[in-house]
């Protein structure tokens, strides 16, 4: 087996990602506080470039695709961001000054993504779940957490 390393950094590279269509992989990582990606196939990997907001420490990368574009997002502290498209432009799919983390994605029939987050203070905070058609729509729906149940 021959594996190919992906990252460039001198520092640390972990929590990796992957979403593929027929012979070609996107994978997503952080790498130095940002999330980076590169796409290829077996051995032939585009450079990584940075998917995340420069100046801001990025961590969860997730990605999702079936039957229809790449779908990637990431936790940026107080706001989880989301990106439609392999080189596509990122936007905010939700924000609290509290926090958002632990994003994750999947895409369903007639390409309808799924999101589910957690948001809101430490100890106390809820999930939340969000669906999208079309790019850039999403409509929000919260699902509150009860302690013991």
Do not use: N
């Amino acid at each position: 087996m021959v594996a190919v390393d992906l990252s460039e950094s001198a520092g640390f590279s972990v929590d990796p990602a992957v979403a593929a269509a027929g012979a070609r992989a996107y994978v997503l990582w952080e790498e130095d506080g940002a999330i980076r990606a590169c796409r290829g196939f077996t051995l032939l990997w585009t450079s990584p470039i940075t998917l995340s907001t420069p100046g801001v420490t990025a961590t969860g990368a997730e990605a999702a695709i079936r039957g229809g574009p790449l779908h990637t997002a990431w936790d940026e502290g107080s706001a989880l961001r989301t990106g439609f498209g392999w080189l596509g432009s990122s936007t905010v799919l939700a924000q609290d000054a509290a926090g958002v983390r632990e994003v994750a994605l999947d895409v369903g029939s007639g390409r309808l993504l799924h999101a589910v987050w957690s948001q809101g203070a430490s100890g106390s905070s809820d999930v939340y779940y969000t669906y999208r058609r079309l790019a850039w729509t999403f409509l929000p729906v919260v699902i509150r957490t009860f302690p013991g149940g």
